[in-house]
């Protein structure tokens, strides 16, 4: 009966650890998921921003301005995409500015916007070039902006 006990233990205690290991890979997962999304969003955002900059000759002037060019130009899967960019939402545009005068650093080194709560990695950063980078907070702190645009 002891050995029945030991091994009883033993098949529970590696259950149990099973468990652990397998909740911790899905939460890993889940951030993955999220990351890549919030990634994909960015992405749009910018794609969006280099269409109205290509059409009109500058940045959209604010998130209302775009969200309207969008729905005509753009159609309306990006809309709810816009809609997160604005005041007190996920992510922070910086709306307003023209390439290539207001970005003398080069597009790629110009954050045009960035997601407002940085995770422990980081902070995803769209550039000017449409292209978005994990950056720690001391790097966010040191990029390029538009001209004009606030830190």
């Known amino acids: 009966m002891t050995i029945a006990r030991r091994l009883l233990g033993a098949v529970t205690a590696l259950a149990v650890l099973c468990c652990v290991l397998a909740c911790g890979a899905v939460t890993k997962v889940n951030e993955a998921k999220a ?23 500058t940045g959209p002037p604010d998130q209302q301005a775009w969200l309207a060019w969008s ?17 007190g939402n996920q992510y922070t545009i910086l709306f307003g500015h023209a390439f290539p005068k207001d970005f003398p650093q080069g597009a790629s080194n110009t954050a045009l916007g960035y997601e407002n709560q940085p995770s422990p990695e980081g902070r995803l950063v769209l550039f000017g070039d449409g292209s978005v980078r ?16 606030k830190k």
Request: hydrophobic fraction near 30%.
């Open 35 to 57: 990351r890549i999304q919030r990634s994909n969003d960015l992405k749009m955002l910018g794609l969006s921003y280099l269409s109205y900059n290509d059409d009109k000759k």
């Open 71 to 87: 729905q005509q130009k753009e159609g309306p899967e990006v809309a709810p995409v816009i809609q997160k960019a604005g005041p």
């Open 134 to 149: 994990m950056v720690n907070e001391a790097e966010f702190a040191g990029l390029p902006r538009p001209t004009g645009a």
